[in-house]
């Protein structure tokens, strides 16, 4: 099976999704000319053109209501924020108008759009650039919210928010793009709304979504060279929200600890500790515990962005605690 980057995975969704389909299109700064501020839509603007891979000025709020007119009158948008940071600015046009239309319309307008970008904490880029939005937009009744934390998960995620009817936010770990991993050649998507059992156990649940996958999966193998086996459930889209393969891990383990990227006040993880504690109380043998960015905007300075954000060392220690090992 090829192995491919993150990144290129993605841009294999986007290509393919638009040969598929001629009212799919893609607008954002810099995903023509440039290729994408992380080179996501490298070689589209060469194959489709100029109508369907389109450079927009530096107007979040303009390019996403674009979007969504477009979604409302029979295309099949896909808006890249250079940023999820930056969507802060075309919240308005997300929150307002693509997640609730369908509803406010009784039924008469589907609004099929994707919004995607980077997403979450990244290396020194400060408070303003290095933040986790899902719990953000996962509060919204009518979005749909994926985070995928592998390259197969990328291109099968990013393919099915595409056809998806309903307005979906694909959140891209900013420090993922790199990474690599197997992905087929073969047109498949990944349902959204299903979770996936990356690592199986039995000691204790780790649940997480997004970059943090990647940590989950380190702090599992270090773990399993002292003999604990855990299981990591990776939630792959955080609304819907697959609880059911949570509450089956936390069933079989009987301990649970949540990652995430976000901050921990209203953050997926306290959502995810409200379902497990509502169905699953009578098999937990110790509290959930959560593993999250410290209660601050993040630091610039390198040491001190280091100790604000979740990392492998914290996530063992969470998960040796429900173990009542430390």
Not at 207 to 217: P, S
Not at 222 to 238: I, N, P, Y
Not at 251 to 269: D, I, S
Not at 284 to 310: F, G, N, S, T, W
């Amino acid at each position: 099976m090829p192995v491919l980057t993150y990144r290129d995975a993605l841009g294999q969704a986007l290509r393919e999704e638009m040969q598929r389909d001629d009212r799919v299109f893609l607008l954002g700064e810099e995903v023509a000319e440039y290729n994408g501020a992380y080179k996501v839509s490298k070689g589209l603007l060469q194959e489709f053109g100029p109508m369907r891979v389109v450079d927009t000025p530096i107007t979040e709020l303009g390019f996403a209501g674009l979007g969504v007119g477009a979604a409302m009158v029979g295309l099949r948008p896909i808006v890249e924020f250079m940023t999820w940071n930056f969507a802060l600015l075309a919240l308005d046009q997300v929150v307002n108008s693509a997640a609730k239309t369908l509803y406010m319309s009784n039924g008469q307008f589907n609004v099929p759009i994707v919004f995607r970008g980077p997403n979450g904490t990244a290396l020194q880029l400060a408070a303003q650039h290095s933040q986790a939005w899902e719990s953000w937009l996962a509060h919204i009744p009518g979005l749909k919210v994926v985070a995928p934390g592998t390259p197969y998960d990328a291109k099968g995620l990013l393919k099915a928010a595409i056809r998806d009817d309903n307005p979906v936010c694909v959140l891209e770990g900013e420090m993922l793009y790199n990474t690599k991993g197997e992905v087929p050649d073969d047109d498949y998507v990944v349902p959204l709304g299903k979770a996936d059992l990356k690592r199986e156990g039995d000691h204790a649940t780790i649940v997480t979504h997004g970059k943090m996958v990647l940590v989950a999966m380190q702090a599992a193998d270090q773990l399993a060279k002292e003999g604990l086996r855990v299981d990591v459930v990776d939630l792959r889209t955080v609304r819907p929200m697959d609880t059911e393969a949570v509450y089956a891990s936390v069933r079989k383990t009987n301990r649970c600890v949540v990652v995430e990227e976000g901050w921990e006040l209203c953050g997926v993880g306290a959502q995810v500790v409200d379902y497990v504690q509502r169905d699953c109380f009578d098999h937990l043998d110790a509290p959930v515990l959560r593993v999250h960015q410290a209660d601050v905007p993040m630091p610039y300075a390198k040491q001190i962005e280091k100790l604000a954000k979740p990392d492998v060392p914290k996530t063992i220690a969470a998960v040796k605690k429900v173990l009542y090992l430390e």
